[in-house]
């Protein structure tokens, strides 16, 4: 088992930055890939960024290409996404996941964290 916890959210205006954490406790962490993805009221769960068990691999989303990077520290059990020049299209709330394979669909992953409120205002 993996327990996720994820921290960071808020409210910011627009084009300001916030920076998501993600704990992980329980199983090895570095055996694990990790990913956020995040749901708005209304619509549909999307995908935004995944890191692969070394941090050597990476994958975006278009909409936030650029503007976001994830990061990984496995002597911390952590994962992270700093997301700058926020929009209020960015408003969701953001999950951070983890899967054991590499790459995965992170709207299946095996681990889910309870998600943390991003609010942006314009």
């Given at each position: 088992?993996?327990?996720?916890?994820?921290?960071?959210?808020?409210?910011?205006?627009?084009?300001?930055?916030?920076?998501?954490?993600?704990?992980?406790?329980?199983?090895?962490?570095?055996?694990?890939?990790?990913?956020?993805?995040?749901?708005?009221?209304?619509?549909e769960r999307e995908f935004v960024a995944a890191i692969s068990?070394?941090?050597?691999?990476?994958?975006y989303a278009d909409s936030v290409k650029g503007r976001f990077t994830i990061s990984r520290d496995n002597a911390k059990n952590s994962v992270?996404?700093?997301?700058?020049?926020?929009?209020?299209?960015?408003?969701?709330?953001?999950?951070?996941?983890?899967?054991p394979n590499w790459p995965f669909i992170v709207s299946s992953a095996a681990y889910w964290g309870q998600g943390t409120q991003v609010t942006v205002s314009s």
């Open positions: 088992q993996v327990q996720l916890v994820e921290s960071g959210g808020g409210l910011v205006q627009a084009g300001g930055s916030l920076r998501l954490s993600c704990l992980a406790s329980g199983r090895i962490f570095r055996s694990y890939a990790m990913g956020w993805f995040r749901q708005a009221p209304g619509k068990r070394t941090g050597g691999s990476t994958a992270n996404l700093q997301m700058n020049s926020l929009k209020p299209e960015d408003t969701a709330i953001y999950y951070c996941v983890a899967d």
